[in-house]
């Protein structure tokens, strides 16, 4: 494809002064058609990160490019969109136009997205930007999903004009999104578990204060955490193979940045942590916790574990560990007698799925292999108390932690809820379909509302509330 490189880019370019209010106001001809502000996670993919950023501060203005390592997300939002309000307020004809037009470019992996996708949420914006995603870290499941691919589609600029011509054509889908809100008692004198920061947990996870006065656990010394994610909740198995290569990726960064090593790591994880014979060493999840769900507003009920499912599964989209989909394309025999409906990313359900070990995610890998499907659910509950294990694993998009259990008459309670939407940019062709696509004339209904009755702990994901950001070389 061959570019006029300086008219091609004018199409991309948002001038100083709309970013920064100390910039010199610039007198525009027109609005460019696709303005992008664009985030790089400069330490992600290895050296990646750092040469992606190096080109689009050269293509483009570079102070529509940012770098994560030297600023975060919030902060840069609030600062942008703050200035765009004082310059509307002051008469600028070209920023409503700009708003409607503007685009979020961001490169990272699936961490990286959810951290950004959280702060957009948690900011409300009145006209929030569609996100497109550049496949740069582990896990990149995100950038599958909606046509970006598996693999840094490269850091040269041909191929950075090239991703750009993408952008401007993509079209925007709706997204769920999947708040989390976990209520433990603190530890008393620290953990053995040594899970990964306040309790080392993952970023994605912000402490708040405590429950609702009205919450049964609104008291002394029990601790709420809450997040959201975009892609999947596990338990078991996945979260506990993924925490292990986390922690051999923090000790030899260098052996195994590699694509294909990370692959051969993770087969080699998940068999020296007896994946492939669990009923020796690890207990069931119908051991571990209580699970309730809701597919239907108000109606709860407990959900029936089989004694030899030992992960669980909560996912958002079609793609997981590499762009698989555990969940598979039910037959209509199937979907009758489990009250089971097509699978969207806009339909405010997510799907519950089982592995027994791992030969059994390893059917995944075979046409039409699938895990056991659990439900679809609207909100979705796991009650974990003294019993089976003194901990067990768990990971939010790419994310993971070891997790202590309760040791005492105590609760540890996660639960995940349908909070919203966010606004995507997806090609055409991409894997991910949405409800109200013409296509698919199913007449599945969802509610997007949010319920006014709830606490203020779930009225956010909590990604906007700190500006002090761990170290980003975290992130996937």
């Not at 600062?79 to 708003?99: C, Q």
């Not at 950004?116 to 948690?122: F, K, Q, Y």
């Not at 950075?160 to 769920?176: G, H, I, N, P, Y």
């Amino acid at each position: 494809m061959e570019f006029d490189s300086e008219n091609f880019l004018k199409e991309f370019y948002i001038p100083s002064y709309m970013l920064n209010p100390q910039a010199k106001v610039e007198c525009l001809p027109d609005i460019p058609e696709c303005p992008v502000l664009v985030f790089i996670n400069s330490r992600s993919g290895g050296q990646l990160g750092g040469d992606l950023l190096i080109t689009y501060r050269t293509v483009l203005n570079k102070d529509q490019v940012f770098d994560l390592g030297e600023e975060p997300s919030d902060s840069v939002l609030r600062r942008v969109f703050l200035n765009l309000e004082m310059l509307k307020n002051n008469g600028d004809e070209f920023v409503p136009k700009l708003e409607e037009k503007l685009k979020i470019v961001v490169a990272g992996g699936d961490g990286t997205a959810g951290w950004l996708l959280g702060v957009l949420s948690d900011l409300k914006l009145s006209r929030p930007p569609p996100v497109a995603t550049v496949p740069l870290g582990t896990e990149n499941n995100v950038p599958f999903a909606f046509g970006w691919g598996k693999r840094n589609p490269g850091t040269d600029r041909k191929s950075v004009m090239l991703f750009l011509e993408r952008v401007r054509k993509a079209k925007t889908m709706s997204l769920d999104s999947w708040h989390i809100l976990m209520r433990m008692r603190a530890p008393k004198g620290g953990s053995n578990c040594n899970p990964i920061a306040p309790l080392e947990l993952p970023h994605s996870l912000h402490a708040f204060r405590r429950v609702s006065s009205t919450d049964d656990l609104d008291v002394e010394s029990y601790h709420t955490f809450r997040g959201g994610f975009w892609n999947y909740f596990s338990m078991g198995m996945d979260a506990q193979v993924s925490y292990a290569f986390h922690s051999e990726r923090k000790l030899h960064l260098e052996k195994i940045n590699r694509k294909l090593i990370n692959q051969s790591t993770y087969a080699k994880l998940g068999g020296t942590r007896g994946w492939f014979s669990p009923s020796l060493v690890h207990p069931s999840s119908s051991q571990l916790c209580k699970v309730k769900m809701m597919k239907n507003h108000g109606d709860w009920h407990y959900l029936d574990i089989p004694p030899n499912i030992r992960s669980i599964v909560c996912l958002n989209l079609p793609s997981f560990s590499g762009g698989l989909n555990p969940w598979g394309t039910p037959n209509n025999n199937s979907r009758r007698s489990y009250d089971l409906t097509p699978t969207y990313v806009d339909d405010g359900l997510i799907e519950v799925i089982g592995f027994k070990d791992a030969w059994h995610g390893l059917v995944l890998l075979a046409r039409k292999g699938h895990g056991t499907r659990l439900a679809q659910a609207h909100r979705i509950q796991f009650e974990f108390s003294k019993g089976a294990a003194d901990h067990t694993y768990m990971a939010i998009d790419g994310e993971p932690w070891r997790q202590p259990l309760p040791s005492d008459d105590e609760n540890v309670v996660v639960e995940i809820s349908h909070f919203g939407q966010v606004k995507m940019l997806a090609t055409y062709d991409c894997v991910s379909k949405s409800m109200f696509d013409p296509s698919y004339n199913d007449e599945t209904n969802s509610d997007h509302e949010e319920d006014e009755s709830v606490g203020e702990e779930w009225r956010k994901f909590g990604a906007a509330d700190s500006f002090k950001i761990p170290d980003i070389s975290q992130l996937s």
